[in-house]
Protein backbone atom coordinates (compact mmCIF):
# COMPACT_ATOMS: atom_id res chain seq x y z
CA UNK A 1 0.00 0.00 0.00
CA UNK A 2 2.71 2.39 0.90
CA UNK A 3 5.90 2.62 -1.49
CA UNK A 4 9.20 3.92 0.53
CA UNK A 5 10.94 6.10 -2.47
CA UNK A 6 13.74 7.81 -1.66
CA UNK A 7 17.04 9.24 -3.70
CA UNK A 8 19.64 8.50 -1.08
CA UNK A 9 20.60 5.32 1.01
CA UNK A 10 18.95 3.41 3.81
CA UNK A 11 21.95 4.70 5.93
CA UNK A 12 21.49 8.26 4.79
CA UNK A 13 17.87 8.88 5.35
CA UNK A 14 17.80 6.96 8.85
CA UNK A 15 20.41 9.74 9.70
CA UNK A 16 18.03 12.67 8.35
CA UNK A 17 15.29 10.81 9.38
CA UNK A 18 13.70 12.19 6.37
CA UNK A 19 11.64 9.70 4.39
CA UNK A 20 9.50 10.25 0.92
CA UNK A 21 6.55 8.19 0.80
CA UNK A 22 3.79 7.85 -2.28
CA UNK A 23 0.23 6.69 -1.44
CA UNK A 24 -1.73 5.24 -4.64
CA UNK A 25 -5.39 5.07 -4.17
CA UNK A 26 -7.43 3.13 -6.46
CA UNK A 27 -11.64 4.27 -7.06
CA UNK A 28 -12.96 1.93 -4.12
CA UNK A 29 -10.68 3.99 -1.54
CA UNK A 30 -11.46 6.91 -2.01
CA UNK A 31 -14.85 7.29 -3.15
CA UNK A 32 -16.95 4.52 -0.80
CA UNK A 33 -20.61 4.70 -2.54
CA UNK A 34 -20.28 2.55 -5.14
CA UNK A 35 -23.79 2.83 -7.14
CA UNK A 36 -26.70 5.53 -7.81
CA UNK A 37 -29.21 3.37 -5.84
CA UNK A 38 -26.96 4.13 -2.91
CA UNK A 39 -26.53 7.85 -3.57
CA UNK A 40 -30.61 8.46 -4.49
CA UNK A 41 -30.97 5.98 -0.93
CA UNK A 42 -29.06 8.73 1.23
CA UNK A 43 -31.12 11.51 -0.51
CA UNK A 44 -34.40 10.15 0.51
CA UNK A 45 -33.40 9.67 3.92
CA UNK A 46 -32.16 13.31 3.99
CA UNK A 47 -35.33 14.49 2.49
CA UNK A 48 -36.80 12.34 5.26
CA UNK A 49 -35.09 13.49 8.34
CA UNK A 50 -36.09 16.97 7.10
CA UNK A 51 -39.44 16.57 6.83
CA UNK A 52 -39.59 14.69 9.97
CA UNK A 53 -37.71 17.38 12.23
CA UNK A 54 -39.45 20.56 10.54
CA UNK A 55 -42.56 20.36 12.92
CA UNK A 56 -40.44 20.61 15.64
CA UNK A 57 -38.18 23.14 14.65
CA UNK A 58 -39.28 27.44 14.89
CA UNK A 59 -36.62 28.27 12.07
CA UNK A 60 -39.68 26.94 9.37
CA UNK A 61 -41.34 30.37 10.39
CA UNK A 62 -43.85 29.27 13.41
CA UNK A 63 -42.65 31.78 15.75
CA UNK A 64 -41.56 36.01 14.99
CA UNK A 65 -41.04 38.32 17.58
CA UNK A 66 -39.20 42.20 17.69
CA UNK A 67 -36.09 41.98 20.31
CA UNK A 68 -37.19 44.12 23.04
CA UNK A 69 -34.85 45.60 25.62
CA UNK A 70 -36.19 46.81 28.83
CA UNK A 71 -36.83 50.89 29.10
CA UNK A 72 -37.92 52.16 32.15
CA UNK A 73 -41.07 53.93 32.46
CA UNK A 74 -42.52 53.04 29.27
CA UNK A 75 -45.43 51.59 27.96
CA UNK A 76 -44.19 49.29 24.81
CA UNK A 77 -46.49 47.12 22.40
CA UNK A 78 -45.16 44.99 20.10
CA UNK A 79 -46.58 42.34 17.79
CA UNK A 80 -46.30 38.36 17.84
CA UNK A 81 -46.44 36.12 15.17
CA UNK A 82 -47.18 32.41 15.65
CA UNK A 83 -48.04 28.86 13.89
CA UNK A 84 -51.21 27.85 15.29
CA UNK A 85 -50.88 24.88 18.08
CA UNK A 86 -46.94 26.24 18.80
CA UNK A 87 -45.34 27.78 21.34
CA UNK A 88 -43.86 31.23 21.26
CA UNK A 89 -41.59 32.85 23.29
CA UNK A 90 -40.85 36.09 24.24
CA UNK A 91 -37.66 37.47 25.84
CA UNK A 92 -36.99 41.29 26.90
CA UNK A 93 -33.61 42.01 27.41
CA UNK A 94 -32.40 43.68 31.04
CA UNK A 95 -30.13 45.75 29.82
CA UNK A 96 -28.21 47.94 32.82
CA UNK A 97 -31.40 46.79 34.76
CA UNK A 98 -31.85 44.38 37.15
CA UNK A 99 -35.43 42.67 36.73
CA UNK A 100 -36.86 41.54 40.02
CA UNK A 101 -40.45 40.19 38.66
CA UNK A 102 -42.89 39.90 35.86
CA UNK A 103 -46.74 40.25 36.35
CA UNK A 104 -49.15 39.28 33.66
CA UNK A 105 -51.76 42.26 33.70
CA UNK A 106 -54.05 40.96 30.95
CA UNK A 107 -54.14 37.00 30.01
CA UNK A 108 -54.93 35.99 26.39
CA UNK A 109 -58.22 35.00 25.68
CA UNK A 110 -57.20 32.37 22.59
CA UNK A 111 -54.45 30.92 24.20
CA UNK A 112 -52.23 30.00 27.26
CA UNK A 113 -49.47 32.46 28.90
CA UNK A 114 -46.33 31.85 31.13
CA UNK A 115 -43.87 33.07 32.25
CA UNK A 116 -40.42 32.42 30.91
CA UNK A 117 -37.89 33.40 34.21
CA UNK A 118 -37.91 37.23 34.95
CA UNK A 119 -37.65 38.72 31.69
CA UNK A 120 -40.18 36.94 29.29
CA UNK A 121 -43.15 34.89 28.84
CA UNK A 122 -44.27 32.24 26.31
CA UNK A 123 -47.66 32.27 24.32
CA UNK A 124 -49.49 29.20 23.13
CA UNK A 125 -52.70 29.36 21.11
CA UNK A 126 -55.91 27.01 22.10
CA UNK A 127 -55.72 23.74 19.87
CA UNK A 128 -57.17 24.74 16.83
CA UNK A 129 -57.23 29.00 17.47
CA UNK A 130 -56.67 30.60 14.52
CA UNK A 131 -57.11 34.57 14.77
CA UNK A 132 -55.49 37.72 16.75
CA UNK A 133 -55.32 37.63 20.13
CA UNK A 134 -53.45 39.88 22.80
CA UNK A 135 -51.93 40.16 26.65
CA UNK A 136 -50.24 42.63 29.06
CA UNK A 137 -47.28 42.22 31.28
CA UNK A 138 -45.13 44.14 33.87
CA UNK A 139 -41.69 44.23 34.60
CA UNK A 140 -40.03 45.78 37.53
CA UNK A 141 -36.64 45.88 38.15
CA UNK A 142 -33.81 48.57 39.54
CA UNK A 143 -31.53 50.85 37.55
CA UNK A 144 -28.83 52.22 39.88
CA UNK A 145 -30.97 53.40 42.86
CA UNK A 146 -34.58 53.55 41.10
CA UNK A 147 -37.43 50.98 41.39
CA UNK A 148 -39.05 51.28 37.57
CA UNK A 149 -41.29 49.38 35.71
CA UNK A 150 -41.49 48.87 32.26
CA UNK A 151 -45.46 47.38 30.72
CA UNK A 152 -45.29 45.54 27.60
CA UNK A 153 -48.57 44.84 24.95
CA UNK A 154 -48.65 42.11 22.96
CA UNK A 155 -51.18 41.97 19.78
CA UNK A 156 -50.75 38.17 18.40
CA UNK A 157 -51.66 37.11 15.20
CA UNK A 158 -52.09 33.18 15.43
CA UNK A 159 -52.23 31.71 11.68
Not at 144 to 158: A, H, L, N, P, Q
Request: proline share 4%; aromatic share 10%.
Amino acid sequence: MFAARSQTSFASRWRRNHFHYTVELTRDQYWPVKTPAAVAGLAVVCLLTVALWSPFSNATGGCRTAPLVFRPGVAVETLMTVARDRACSLYISPGSAVIHSLQIDAAPSGGVLSARGRTGVIYRSLSGFDGDDAFTFTLAGKVKEDIVTMTVKVRISVK
